[in-house]
């Protein structure tokens, strides 16, 4: 059974990205709406900008080998 697109869906891959964007897909696919579509657009750019913004931040970088920023 499809569910009638919602605009609470995009909910899902704005939080859980690719994975997201799949499950609000598979839940509009026989819907006949183009926002299956747009729910796995949306789950990219997040996943997208949240990598980028994970690498600016430079999050995950070690100076020294085997010592760790929290713990220098």
């Known amino acids: 059974m499809p569910l009638r697109p919602h605009p609470a869906l995009y909910i899902l891959p704005v939080l859980f990205g690719v994975l997201g964007g799949v499950a609000a897909w598979l839940l509009l696919r026989g819907s006949g709406s183009i926002m ?12 997208l900008v949240s990598l980028v913004a994970y690498m600016a931040l430079g999050v995950g970088v070690v100076e020294e080998p085997g010592r760790v920023p929290w713990n220098a």
């Open 36 to 47: 299956g579509r747009n729910c796995l657009l949306v789950g990219a750019i997040s996943s």
